[in-house]
């Protein structure tokens, strides 16, 4: 398990902390009790990918022709999500929680440096979305898995609650946008 990050504040904290900085601060002293920081490091470490690689091969080798179908779209959303979150990350530029909150500690290495929006909640809630389409019998562990990883990056301190907010909204809209697309493109293809 990775030793916790402390870095202190770049900017003074404003006199009035957001609702956004309170559900930070109270996730990161949640997060302080070992057990906590163990489960949402190992759901964390698995939304970097390697459940979605896992599922992604696992459907491809044994889903049949469904299950390549669904590997090669959840692929092609992957990679739409990937480039979505990096170009909003550098466009906005915010801070990470545990650069701005004093109080609020990195209890995992970030990915990269910016908050907005989360990737791995993105990432979770778009292929979550897909793969359910292809495949009913997966809604409620994929769904569990979402709200686990959007949990996991507050909890760990490393992204504000807004951020992940966003990242589910968005992870929403492309799952639907790339079910929407596979199906007009089928439509198309067979008539």
């Known amino acids: 398990m990775a030793t916790p990050m402390t870095v202190s504040a770049p900017s003074p ?7 956004d900085a309170l559900l930070c601060r109270a996730a990161s002293r949640w997060g302080a009790r070992r057990a906590v920081q163990q489960t949402f490091g190992v759901v964390s470490r698995l939304g970097d990918g390697w459940l979605w690689y896992g599922l992604i091969a696992a459907l491809a080798v044994g889903g049949g ?15 739409v999500a990937w480039l979505l979150y990096r170009t909003l990350k550098r466009r906005t530029r915010r801070p990470r929680p545990f650069r701005v909150h004093r ?9 990269d440096e910016f908050s907005f929006p989360s990737g791995h909640t993105l990432h979770a809630v778009s292929f979550g979305i897909v793969a359910v389409g292809w495949f009913p019998v997966l809604a409620l562990p994929l769904t569990l898995f979402a709200v686990l990883v959007a949990m996991s ?6 992204h504000y609650p807004s951020d992940v907010l966003a990242g589910a909204a968005l992870g929403a809209l492309l799952g ?16």
Do not use: F, K
């Open 103 to 111: 109080e609020v500690i990195a209890r995992a290495p970030p990915l």
């Open 65 to 79: 022709e469904r299950g390549r179908h669904a590997a090669l779209q959840m692929a092609g959303t992957g990679i």
């Open 153 to 158: 990056r507050v909890v760990l301190g490393l």
């Open 13 to 19: 904290e404003p006199a009035t902390p957001s609702l």
């Open 176 to 191: 639907l946008a790339s079910r929407g697309l596979d199906a007009a493109l089928v439509g198309a293809l067979a008539g």
